[in-house]
């Protein structure tokens, strides 16, 4: 049944829940099931598969879904390459540098003068990001990689920052912690897979033409 299906991956959780209510809009149903990984609209002809956020990118590389609906920073990360379809009006969140307070007047401080006497040590699972835009601004960093509760980090003091995103700012004052500088933002981007894209434009530019005017 699947080959008559245009297969979508979405990533489970919180922008699940936002991707199915802005769907629903347009009477696109999406059910996620306890147990079941994926979920067919049997009207419009659509599958629907539930994987973890940064898996998304990878469904679509591979060619297992055509779409994808991801956040840009999950989608830059991968280092794949993709046909950036649209971008969905919700989901858009900081992408900042964080730390304690008291380093904030030194960061900027040897920023301003290029005086970094030793590289920084940033905590984050955005390391491709954070290794480009602090290297574009010649300030020498370590990056660790962590996927998980990142404002440890400087707490224990295995880092001097972390780059995460912010959206209330939170979970950063409950740790003490604050945004030292905003360094970007992220979306939820509508990505495809440029070889099945050739193969079912005409299905998929459909689905895209429903989101843009859902907008």
């Known amino acids: 049944m699947s080959n008559d299906y245009l297969t979508i991956a979405l990533p489970k959780g919180r922008l699940l829940e936002q991707v199915t209510a802005f769907f629903a809009k347009y009477d696109i ?3 996620e099931e306890s147990r079941k990984l994926d979920y067919y609209d049997e009207k419009n002809k659509l599958r ?3 994987v973890k956020n940064s898996d ?4 679509v590389n591979y060619g297992v879904a055509a779409l994808g609906i991801s956040g840009s920073d999950v989608v830059y990360e991968s280092g794949f390459e993709f046909l950036k379809l649209g971008i969905l ?3 858009t969140t900081r992408i900042c540098l ?3 307070e008291k380093d904030k007047d030194l960061y900027f401080k040897a920023y301003s003068t290029g005086s970094f006497v030793k590289e920084i040590k940033i905590a984050t699972k955005f390391g491709k990001f954070t290794t480009t835009y602090f ?8 990056i660790i990689k962590l996927t998980g509760s990142i404002e440890l980090a400087p707490i224990l003091g295995l880092s001097d920052f972390i780059v995460d995103l912010v959206e209330t700012g939170t979970t950063l004052k409950e740790n003490n912690l604050s945004v030292i500088e905003e360094l970007g933002k992220t979306q939820v981007e509508i990505i495809a897979n440029p070889s099945l894209y050739k193969l079912d434009y005409k299905k998929i530019d459909n689905i895209v033409t429903i989101i843009e005017n859902m907008k």
């Open 29 to 31: 149903t999406i059910k």
């Open 48 to 50: 629907f598969l539930f």
């Open 56 to 59: 998304v990118p990878v469904y």
């Open 89 to 91: 009006p919700f989901g």
């Open 98 to 100: 964080a730390g304690f």
């Open 135 to 142: 290297n574009e601004k010649d300030i020498p960093v370590q």
